[in-house]
């Protein structure tokens, strides 16, 4: 993982452009927050009309699904899972970028993690509350699901959750997964909320002020802080393979073929990782352009974040090849039929989309023109996106639709409250985005000050001694504290 | 009893002598708010006082809201003898359907019919029935039922109708312009009545139709085939085991004779089927041959000839294989002599059944295992000759008036009569109306029929065997019956049904003690004498159907029989047995004539002949005869309740007499159309489909079928189809070796998939019908289907059908999933379903390889009508929407009987002491269910039968159900069927 930062140890990659100081740093990513000369861009207001709408519709659907029942969507009988937990998967897979790049790549060391963490781990939880959405409103009766998967003590029945079923295991590794995201998002925004904090007024300061804690910058807040960062990002490590793997056991656990696959966790997490990439070069395209920061969230950047998804991609395009070769070699008819009938059967259709999509689609970052090409990168992130949901509706409807018994055989087409649904929690996973870049620092000011100290150090000593440069990259950014407060 | 009127009438009460005379003190005493209770406020209205009343009144309309809805509650004001509450009646009575009778047993709730099982007593039930008989106690609380007498076209009552008789019967003289139409009786009490109006109006005429059961004698006389003595069965265009005949004898006596194999002993029976549909009949046959309806009598013709001559070889040498075939048959035939029959279906000519009766003669089966029997019906004509009689007579004024019993001729008579258009020109009609229909709305008068379970009548079965019709409900809606009907017209005022029925029996059985007997055991014994004349006159003189262009076969319709059913959702619902079709009727096509028509499923093609069209959907059959088109009738109603309303088309349109059973002749065209038809099961293989080039055939060990041949050599064939690594669970196992353990075996040979246990265990379970949108979404809710996989080549195919319900598998895959523990094991081995504890995730149904879960994706009983709501059996919850159900094993009849034992003192159930809903109703006996750990029981011992295999048990599921493999008893001559070989007579 480290080589996709530096591939040689004596250059020194340019992590953030045009030299700017600190004090230009923080102005550039506050006034955004803060808005130019405090007037917020009328297109804000625009955008979040947009979104504001399309959440209205959200609820809607779901108020509509509620009084109805589950008979609205286009689910039925062989196809009991169809775009709903399609949407769930495919919610919970974006989620996993964010806390991978906080965390894992914080572990690893990562410096060019520190422009697009915040930004990574605010989509996390925006996706991960997209995706809760579903299994809760997916059941039949959400007035009860609401609470009697939760291992609480009742009296009335005295019944527990069945702890054998892969949903349970779901409830507590997604709200889990939740939680830590959330806590670990909200440490890392600690200093700065403290600055904005002290660059604001009014309201706005005591809110900030609240929210930072009482944050002041002193070193021993720097140790403790750094000590608690290190220990989630340790918490949440092993969070992010074992979220996605909980999910993936909801099938692999199942006796369906197609799903009743041991393969599911690793291909799962790779899967979920290739999409959470893809989600994040798609909206840091847009948001750098939008608000300018290109100097913060460089090309660089971009490129790691498209290698990785030229990493995972072939990962997921290998383990499709190896569900095909098991399934013919197993030996196992039903198995080898859920195959062939996936690649040439009714959902031919969406197979060969994941497939272009997932597998061949990311082939093309081998070439360095194309990965650090921000037009191609982001119409092939969507690609990527369009892939991945096709992947866990293939997985769910086309194993479920021709299962064992040719007689309950049938064919899933969703509604038009399917759709209104699915795009209603896009609308509200980007209703949250907007309210995120108005209200919080969407680039981690203290981390990315921390990384440019380095920068700086090496910078100055690259002249001398170029040798030097391996050493920079040991040192901790918690090690050098450089600014807290406002500037 | 629980009775609807649709106003309260009845006696009228006075409070006061003031009320009575309608006094203006009364008036204002009754208009005032709180006559006594309260002082009248006469204070001047102050603002205070305004406040404070306001203030009064918004506590007491808040206090208003904690009033719960006003009901009445009608007390039994005596005691119902035996009644305990919660605890079912039951009573014997009998149903007519197509003029066969069959003994039922009604379960009654507080004077509340809710479920029909057979009359094991009565010789046309045997314990089963039908799905219609099942589904009949739908009907009884039909909201679209006439509510009320309508004269004139507008609402009317009983004592309208009274008065306009009282001038009609002045007009009537010795009834030459008086005509009665009435379906085929089987009704002695009625028969009586018929008598009386007859001898009152001499020069009346009585006819009898129904459009599907005909006769194709020319005298009344009623073949009888025994078919349990039959080693050998022909069927020649008869469907026998399925709607030719509306009881179960037949399917009893067929698997009995020869499809309950045992393995000491393997015999089985052999059964050819020439037929140009494709029936359950032919699904059953060990031979099956596709010919076209105007082919029979050529082949029955040439059979005949086989089996006269001495020497057999002299026929069927040719090079066809329908030659070979033909040859072979007739050996097979020879070779039983005296135990072998040929039957000809009621859609063939009198000519045709007049061969087939030269045959079992010539094989000497007339006495053995065929007898001629005098049927009730004391018609001495073909009912086409009748009726065609009576509509010219209708054409040329001479009918004055027409008492109409029969149900609904202005729809289904034949086209030609013009009978609707006929109606008209009669002054007076008066019809005894289900629902406000066709022929109700072209009568002067139409009178609400009562349905069988609220009236009196009787009914005689084909042996002779007479049950009294037994209601166990006052008539909802004040109907009538045939009987009651036809008195009151024929000037016997004020004859109750009851006193018609009982003044005819009481001394025939002799004495009240009998009569109690007779009501109490559903049947009256001993039978009256019916043997008829051993040498039958058959209708050689109506002439044989056109021939050429496109075949037309009218065949009733599984679902709504002839039409009457239309309004029935839970016969609608039910798939056709073999299109598994439901809630429409389609134009039934083979593939080549599909191909030859250029028409795919659900076009809509024109079918015409002579000026006579009507059009409807394509359905693609395999296994029909070519350039033939099988249609079932009684759909396209145009008057009908809101269930039936566009179901279908009207396929009497184009059936005209002399196309009654079928017809060739007709032109087809494509419209262009299409019509969206919702099928329960859409893939017709066990084979799986061939996506792609390197794909290697498989077919899938589901439903698994050998030869009795296969069978001898190898008794563990089906259970060596399947080849497994050692089974081990992931949780452990739990024994089940100790108490009761409750299991299923169904014998897949003695399966004919008539649908009988579907509708069984709809009555049942309170199961919801979903409509025919619902149903192509794959909603449908049977907690047991019918599966029907077609074998072997495209057009000549081969069918098995098998009844799936829950395997309430030991090692459950549905209940590890649930993350609620809504679904739960028993330790009597069942797979419980704890409705109040489901969330609805839906998983368990992802996970259960047999998909027999059924979800409520909707709340189905949104629309239901008050009166549908009796139908409920109280023993069962009716679903709420977002909640998982499925079968049961019914589970209250097992608690209640177990209930019953622990009262007796007993511990362990004695075999056959419950019975599921699927496994009562079954005509074939081939749902057995009991507790294995009892080895003695049935179940058990078809558990250790070689035969015995678990579906998909491979999967580790340990299914409690299970199957005994399927066999084929095929002539060694004439296998195999491969798709080279066509067979044309």
């Given at each position: 993982?480290?080589?996709?930062?530096?591939?040689?140890?004596?250059?020194?990659?340019?992590?953030?452009?045009?030299?700017?100081?600190?004090?230009?740093?923080?102005?550039?990513?506050?006034?955004?927050?803060?808005?130019?000369?405090?007037?917020?861009?009328?297109?804000?207001?625009?955008?979040?009309?947009?979104?504001?709408?399309?959440?209205?519709?959200?609820?809607?659907?779901?108020?509509?699904?509620?009084?109805?029942?589950?008979?609205?969507?286009?689910?039925?009988?062989?196809?009991?899972?169809?775009?709903?937990?399609?949407?769930?998967?495919?919610?919970?897979?974006?989620?996993?970028?964010?806390?991978?790049?906080?965390?894992?790549?914080?572990?690893?060391?990562?410096?060019?993690?520190?422009?697009?963490?915040?930004?990574?781990?605010?989509?996390?939880?925006?996706?991960?509350?997209?995706?809760?959405?579903?299994?809760?409103?997916?059941?039949?009766?959400?007035?009860?699901?609401?609470?009697?998967?939760?291992?609480?003590?009742?009296?009335?029945?005295?019944?527990?959750?069945?702890?054998?079923?892969?949903?349970?295991?779901?409830?507590?590794?997604?709200?889990?997964?939740?939680?830590?995201?959330?806590?670990?998002?909200?440490?890392?925004?600690?200093?700065?909320?403290?600055?904005?904090?002290?660059?604001?007024?009014?309201?706005?300061?005591?809110?900030?002020?609240?929210?930072?804690?009482?944050?002041?910058?002193?070193?021993?807040?720097?140790?403790?802080?750094?000590?608690?960062?290190?220990?989630?990002?340790?918490?949440?490590?092993?969070?992010?393979?074992?979220?996605?793997?909980?999910?993936?056991?909801?099938?692999?656990?199942?006796?369906?073929?197609?799903?009743?696959?041991?393969?599911?966790?690793?291909?799962?997490?790779?899967?979920?990782?290739?999409?959470?990439?893809?989600?994040?070069?798609?909206?840091?395209?847009?948001?750098?352009?939008?608000?300018?920061?290109?100097?913060?969230?460089?090309?660089?950047?971009?490129?790691?974040?498209?290698?990785?998804?030229?990493?995972?991609?072939?990962?997921?395009?290998?383990?499709?090849?190896?569900?095909?070769?098991?399934?013919?070699?197993?030996?196992?008819?039903?198995?080898?039929?859920?195959?062939?009938?996936?690649?040439?059967?009714?959902?031919?259709?969406?197979?060969?989309?994941?497939?272009?999509?997932?597998?061949?689609?990311?082939?093309?970052?081998?070439?360095?023109?194309?990965?650090?090409?921000?037009?191609?990168?982001?119409?092939?992130?969507?690609?990527?996106?369009?892939?991945?949901?096709?992947?866990?509706?293939?997985?769910?409807?086309?194993?479920?639709?021709?299962?064992?018994?040719?007689?309950?055989?049938?064919?899933?087409?969703?509604?038009?409250?399917?759709?209104?649904?699915?795009?209603?929690?896009?609308?509200?996973?980007?209703?949250?985005?907007?309210?995120?870049?108005?209200?919080?620092?969407?680039?981690?000011?203290?981390?990315?000050?921390?990384?440019?100290?380095?920068?700086?150090?090496?910078?100055?000593?690259?002249?001398?001694?170029?040798?030097?440069?391996?050493?920079?990259?040991?040192?901790?950014?918690?090690?050098?504290?450089?600014?807290?407060?406002?500037? | 009893?629980?009775?609807?009127?649709?106003?309260?009438?009845?006696?009228?009460?006075?409070?006061?002598?003031?009320?009575?005379?309608?006094?203006?003190?009364?008036?204002?005493?009754?208009?005032?708010?709180?006559?006594?209770?309260?002082?009248?406020?006469?204070?001047?209205?102050?603002?205070?006082?305004?406040?404070?009343?306001?203030?009064?009144?918004?506590?007491?309309?808040?206090?208003?809201?904690?009033?719960?809805?006003?009901?009445?509650?009608?007390?039994?004001?005596?005691?119902?003898?035996?009644?305990?509450?919660?605890?079912?009646?039951?009573?014997?009575?009998?149903?007519?359907?197509?003029?066969?009778?069959?003994?039922?047993?009604?379960?009654?709730?507080?004077?509340?019919?809710?479920?029909?099982?057979?009359?094991?007593?009565?010789?046309?039930?045997?314990?089963?029935?039908?799905?219609?008989?099942?589904?009949?106690?739908?009907?009884?609380?039909?909201?679209?039922?006439?509510?009320?007498?309508?004269?004139?076209?507008?609402?009317?009552?009983?004592?309208?109708?009274?008065?306009?008789?009282?001038?009609?019967?002045?007009?009537?003289?010795?009834?030459?312009?008086?005509?009665?139409?009435?379906?085929?009786?089987?009704?002695?009490?009625?028969?009586?009545?018929?008598?009386?109006?007859?001898?009152?109006?001499?020069?009346?005429?009585?006819?009898?139709?129904?459009?599907?059961?005909?006769?194709?004698?020319?005298?009344?006389?009623?073949?009888?085939?025994?078919?349990?003595?039959?080693?050998?069965?022909?069927?020649?265009d008869?469907?026998?085991?399925?709607?030719?005949?509306?009881?179960?004898?037949?399917?009893?006596?067929?698997?009995?004779?020869?499809?309950?194999?045992?393995?000491?002993?393997?015999?089985?029976?052999?059964?050819?089927?020439v037929e140009p549909q494709?029936?359950?009949?032919?699904?059953?046959?060990?031979?099956?041959f596709r010919m076209k309806s105007s082919e029979i009598a050529g082949f029955?013709?040439?059979?005949?000839?086989?089996?006269?001559?001495?020497?057999?070889?002299?026929?069927?040498?040719?090079?066809?294989?329908?030659?070979?075939?033909?040859?072979?048959?007739?050996?097979?035939?020879?070779?039983?002599?005296?135990?072998?029959?040929?039957?000809?279906?009621?859609?063939?000519?009198?000519?045709?059944?007049?061969?087939?009766?030269?045959?079992?003669?010539?094989?000497?089966?007339?006495?053995?295992?065929?007898?001629?029997?005098?049927?009730?019906?004391?018609?001495?004509?073909?009912?086409?000759?009748?009726?065609?009689?009576?509509?010219?007579?209708?054409?040329?004024?001479?009918?004055?008036?027409?008492?109409?019993?029969?149900?609904?001729?202005?729809?289904?008579?034949?086209?030609?009569?013009?009978?609707?258009?006929?109606?008209?020109?009669?002054?007076?009609?008066?019809?005894?109306?289900?629902?406000?229909?066709?022929?109700?709305?072209?009568?002067?008068?139409?009178?609400?029929?009562?349905?069988?379970?609220?009236?009196?009548?009787?009914?005689?079965?084909?042996?002779?065997?007479?049950?009294?019709?037994?209601?166990?409900?006052?008539?909802?809606?004040?109907?009538?019956?045939?009987?009651?009907?036809?008195?009151?017209?024929?000037?016997?005022?004020?004859?109750?049904?009851?006193?018609?029925?009982?003044?005819?029996?009481?001394?025939?059985?002799?004495?009240?003690?009998?009569?109690?007997?007779?009501?109490?055991?559903?049947?009256?014994?001993?039978?009256?004498?019916?043997?008829?004349?051993?040498?039958?006159?058959?209708?050689?003189?109506?002439?044989?159907p056109?021939t050429g262009g496109y075949e037309v076969i009218?065949?009733?319709?599984?679902?709504?029989?002839?039409?009457?059913?239309?309004?029935?959702?839970?016969?609608?619902?039910?798939?056709?047995?073999?299109?598994?079709?439901?809630?429409?009727?389609?134009?039934?096509?083979s593939?080549?004539t599909?191909?030859?028509?250029?028409?795919?499923?659900?076009?809509?093609?024109?079918?015409?002949?002579?000026?006579?069209?009507?059009?409807?959907?394509?359905?693609?059959?395999?296994?029909l005869a070519d350039d033939t088109i099988v249609?079932?009738?009684?759909?396209?109603?145009?008057?009908?309740?809101?269930?039936?309303?566009?179901?279908?088309?009207?396929?009497?349109?184009?059936?005209?007499?002399?196309?009654?059973?079928y017809?060739g002749?007709?032109?087809?065209?494509?419209?262009?159309?299409?019509?969206?038809?919702?099928?329960?099961?859409?893939?017709?293989?066990?084979?799986?489909?061939?996506?792609?080039?390197?794909?290697?055939?498989?077919?899938?060990?589901?439903?698994?079928?050998?030869?009795?041949?296969?069978?001898?050599?190898?008794?563990?064939?089906?259970?060596?189809?399947?080849?497994?690594?050692?089974?081990?669970?992931?949780?452990?196992?739990?024994?089940?070796?100790?108490?009761?353990?409750?299991?299923?075996?169904?014998?897949?040979?003695?399966?004919?998939?008539?649908?009988?246990?579907?509708?069984?265990?709809?009555?049942?379970?309170?199961?919801?019908?979903?409509?025919?949108?619902?149903?192509?979404?794959?909603?449908?809710?049977?907690?047991?289907?019918?599966?029907?996989?077609?074998?072997?080549?495209?057009?000549?195919?081969?069918?098995?059908?098998?009844?799936?319900?829950?395997?309430?598998?030991?090692?459950?895959?549905?209940?590890?999933?649930?993350?609620?523990?809504?679904?739960?094991?028993?330790?009597?081995?069942?797979?419980?379903?704890?409705?109040?504890?489901?969330?609805?995730?839906?998983?368990?149904?992802?996970?259960?390889?047999?998909?027999?879960?059924?979800?409520?994706?909707?709340?189905?009983?949104?629309?239901?009508?008050?009166?549908?709501?009796?139908?409920?059996?109280?023993?069962?919850?009716?679903?709420?929407?977002?909640?998982?159900?499925?079968?049961?094993?019914?589970?209250?009849?097992?608690?209640?009987?177990?209930?019953?034992?622990?009262?007796?003192?007993?511990?362990?159930?004695?075999?056959?002491?419950?019975?599921?809903?699927?496994?009562?109703?079954?005509?074939?006996?081939?749902?057995?269910?009991?507790?294995?750990?009892?080895?003695?029981?049935?179940?058990?011992?078809?558990?250790?039968?070689?035969?015995?295999?678990?579906?998909?048990?491979?999967?580790?599921?340990?299914?409690?159900?299970?199957?005994?493999?399927?066999?084929?008893?095929?002539?060694?001559?004439?296998?195999?069927?491969?798709?080279?070989?066509?067979h044309h007579g």
């Amino acid at each position: 993982m480290a080589d996709l930062a530096i591939k040689d140890p004596h250059v020194t990659p340019v992590l953030v452009e045009g030299n700017p100081s600190l004090h230009e740093v923080t102005n550039d990513v506050a006034q955004i927050v803060e808005g130019i000369n405090r007037n917020v861009p009328v297109q804000w207001y625009i955008a979040l009309a947009i979104t504001g709408s399309i959440t209205l519709l959200l609820f809607a659907m779901l108020g509509y699904l509620v009084a109805t029942g589950i008979g609205v969507w286009g689910n039925n009988q062989p196809v009991g899972w169809a775009w709903d937990i399609t949407n769930f998967v495919f919610w919970i897979g974006i989620g996993h970028a964010g806390t991978l790049i906080s965390a894992i790549l914080f572990l690893f060391r990562q410096k060019w993690r520190t422009s697009i963490n915040r930004f990574a781990e605010a989509m996390t939880l925006f996706a991960v509350a997209c995706a809760l959405i579903y299994p809760l409103f997916h059941t039949g009766r959400p007035w009860r699901a609401a609470y009697w998967l939760l291992p609480l003590p009742n009296t009335h029945l005295w019944v527990w959750p069945n702890f054998r079923s892969p949903l349970v295991w779901d409830v507590f590794a997604v709200s889990t997964y939740a939680t830590v995201s959330a806590l670990f998002w909200y440490v890392g925004l600690v200093p700065d909320l403290a600055t904005m904090r002290d660059r604001a007024t009014g309201l706005a300061q005591k809110i900030y002020g609240a929210l930072s804690l009482g944050w002041r910058g002193s070193a021993r807040h720097w140790r403790n802080y750094e000590m608690a960062y290190l220990i989630l990002a340790g918490l949440s490590t092993p969070l992010v393979l074992s979220v996605h793997s909980v999910v993936s056991f909801d099938f692999a656990t199942s006796v369906l073929p197609g799903w009743h696959t041991t393969i599911f966790p690793p291909y799962f997490v790779a899967g979920a990782i290739f999409s959470g990439f893809a989600m994040v070069v798609t909206l840091m395209v847009i948001a750098r352009w939008a608000f300018q920061i290109e100097h913060l969230v460089t090309i660089k950047h971009l490129e790691n974040m498209n290698k990785i998804m030229l990493a995972t991609g072939t990962i997921v395009g290998y383990a499709y090849a190896t569900e095909f070769f098991i399934a013919w070699y197993s030996g196992n008819p039903y198995e080898r039929f859920v195959f062939i009938n996936r690649a040439f059967g009714p959902y031919a259709w969406a197979y060969w989309t994941m497939i272009s999509c997932n597998v061949i689609s990311p082939q093309f970052f081998w070439f360095k023109k194309l990965r650090t090409s921000v037009a191609f990168m982001f119409v092939l992130s969507i690609f990527v996106n369009i892939g991945m949901w096709f992947e866990r509706f293939v997985i769910i409807a086309s194993s479920l639709h021709r299962d064992f018994l040719p007689s309950s055989w049938g064919y899933f087409v969703p509604t038009w409250v399917d759709i209104l649904t699915f795009l209603g929690t896009f609308g509200l996973f980007l209703t949250l985005f907007l309210f995120f870049v108005r209200f919080l620092p969407m680039i981690a000011v203290s981390e990315v000050k921390g990384m440019m100290a380095h920068q700086q150090m090496h910078h100055d000593a690259h002249g001398h001694a170029a040798k030097d440069g391996a050493k920079t990259h040991d040192a901790s950014p918690g090690l050098t504290p450089v600014t807290g407060g406002g500037h | 009893m629980i009775q609807i009127t649709k106003k309260l009438t009845g006696k009228k009460y006075w409070r006061s002598l003031d009320q009575y005379y309608q006094t203006t003190e009364f008036q204002d005493w009754l208009n005032k708010e709180f006559p006594t209770q309260a002082q009248e406020m006469i204070d001047e209205p102050s603002r205070r006082n305004v406040l404070k009343l306001m203030a009064a009144s918004f506590a007491l309309g808040g206090l208003t809201a904690c009033r719960r809805p006003v009901e009445h509650i009608l007390p039994y004001s005596r005691g119902v003898e035996n009644l305990i509450h919660g605890k079912p009646l039951f009573y014997n009575t009998v149903m007519s359907l197509g003029g066969s009778a069959t003994g039922l047993t009604a379960r009654t709730y507080e004077g509340r019919p809710t479920k029909i099982e057979g009359n094991p007593d009565h010789p046309a039930s045997l314990g089963a029935t039908r799905g219609y008989h099942q589904a009949s106690v739908l009907s009884l609380y039909d909201p679209g039922r006439m509510p009320n007498v309508r004269g004139d076209g507008k609402d009317s009552d009983w004592n309208g109708f009274t008065s306009y008789v009282q001038t009609l019967s002045g007009s009537l003289g010795n009834g030459a312009g008086l005509r009665f139409l009435s379906e085929p009786m089987n009704s002695p009490s009625f028969t009586a009545v018929k008598k009386h109006a007859l001898t009152r109006f001499p020069a009346a005429k009585w006819v009898e139709y129904s459009p599907i059961h005909t006769t194709a004698t020319a005298q009344p006389v009623a073949p009888r085939i025994a078919f349990d003595k039959a080693a050998v069965v022909v069927a020649l265009d008869s469907d026998f085991l399925g709607l030719d005949d509306t009881t179960v004898v037949a399917v009893k006596e067929f698997v009995r004779g020869g499809r309950k194999v045992t393995d000491e002993n393997p015999l089985m029976n052999r059964l050819y089927a020439v037929e140009p549909q494709f029936s359950v009949t032919g699904a059953a046959a060990d031979h099956r041959f596709r010919m076209k309806s105007s082919e029979i009598a050529g082949f029955a013709g040439a059979l005949l000839s086989a089996v006269q001559s001495q020497e057999l070889k002299v026929v069927g040498q040719g090079n066809s294989s329908a030659d070979k075939a033909l040859s072979a048959i007739a050996k097979d035939l020879a070779a039983n002599r005296g135990k072998s029959v040929v039957v000809a279906g009621p859609r063939q000519s009198g000519a045709v059944h007049q061969i087939v009766h030269q045959i079992n003669q010539a094989l000497g089966n007339v006495g053995p295992v065929v007898t001629y029997l005098k049927p009730a019906s004391d018609q001495t004509r073909p009912q086409l000759d009748a009726l065609k009689e009576l509509a010219g007579e209708m054409a040329n004024g001479q009918v004055n008036t027409l008492v109409i019993t029969a149900w609904n001729p202005a729809f289904n008579a034949p086209a030609d009569l013009e009978f609707e258009a006929n109606l008209k020109k009669v002054a007076n009609v008066i019809y005894l109306a289900q629902d406000l229909d066709e022929t109700a709305m072209a009568s002067k008068w139409a009178i609400p029929a009562a349905h069988y379970l609220e009236s009196w009548g009787d009914a005689v079965a084909f042996d002779g065997t007479a049950s009294i019709q037994q209601p166990t409900i006052q008539p909802l809606h004040g109907g009538k019956t045939a009987a009651e009907l036809v008195a009151f017209v024929s000037g016997y005022k004020d004859l109750k049904a009851y006193d018609i029925v009982r003044n005819h029996w009481l001394p025939v059985v002799g004495g009240e003690k009998a009569w109690k007997k007779a009501l109490h055991d559903g049947v009256i014994r001993p039978a009256a004498a019916v043997a008829g004349s051993a040498a039958p006159v058959f209708d050689t003189a109506t002439p044989a159907p056109p021939t050429g262009g496109y075949e037309v076969i009218f065949v009733p319709s599984w679902s709504v029989f002839d039409g009457r059913f239309v309004n029935n959702a839970w016969l609608q619902e039910t798939p056709d047995p073999m299109t598994k079709l439901t809630w429409d009727n389609a134009a039934l096509v083979s593939q080549a004539t599909a191909r030859k028509l250029a028409v795919a499923m659900g076009d809509v093609i024109a079918i015409e002949r002579n000026g006579r069209k009507v059009e409807g959907a394509v359905m693609i059959q395999p296994g029909l005869a070519d350039d033939t088109i099988v249609i079932p009738v009684g759909y396209g109603r145009t008057k009908v309740g809101q269930v039936g309303e566009g179901a279908g088309f009207n396929a009497y349109k184009i059936r005209t007499s002399d196309t009654f059973g079928y017809g060739g002749g007709f032109n087809v065209s494509k419209t262009g159309r299409v019509y969206p038809l919702a099928r329960t099961q859409e893939f017709e293989y066990q084979e799986e489909p061939k996506l792609v080039g390197f794909q290697e055939d498989v077919v899938r060990p589901i439903v698994r079928e050998g030869t009795i041949e296969e069978f001898k050599k190898n008794p563990h064939f089906a259970t060596e189809m399947v080849e497994h690594p050692p089974l081990k669970s992931l949780y452990g196992d739990y024994d089940y070796s100790k108490g009761q353990q409750w299991a299923m075996a169904i014998d897949l040979n003695a399966c004919v998939g008539c649908n009988a246990c579907m509708v069984a265990c709809v009555a049942e379970n309170n199961i919801g019908v979903v409509g025919k949108e619902q149903v192509a979404r794959g909603r449908e809710m049977h907690w047991i289907r019918m599966d029907r996989y077609y074998t072997g080549p495209v057009d000549e195919p081969q069918v098995v059908t098998a009844p799936i319900p829950c395997m309430q598998c030991e090692t459950a895959p549905c209940e590890n999933v649930c993350p609620v523990a809504a679904t739960v094991h028993s330790p009597e081995g069942l797979n419980d379903m704890v409705y109040n504890r489901c969330v609805g995730t839906r998983y368990c149904s992802n996970n259960c390889p047999y998909k027999v879960r059924r979800f409520n994706f909707l709340n189905w009983h949104i629309n239901e009508a008050e009166v549908t709501k009796m139908v409920y059996n109280p023993e069962v919850t009716v679903r709420m929407r977002g909640v998982m159900e499925k079968c049961t094993y019914c589970v209250q009849r097992i608690q209640n009987a177990k209930i019953d034992a622990k009262v007796e003192g007993r511990r362990w159930l004695k075999d056959g002491e419950v019975t599921p809903a699927c496994a009562q109703a079954c005509p074939s006996d081939a749902i057995v269910f009991g507790n294995v750990n009892d080895l003695e029981s049935r179940v058990a011992k078809m558990k250790v039968s070689p035969r015995n295999y678990g579906m998909l048990a491979e999967l580790n599921t340990k299914p409690r159900t299970t199957y005994l493999a399927k066999l084929r008893n095929p002539n060694p001559e004439l296998q195999p069927v491969t798709a080279a070989e066509e067979h044309h007579g």
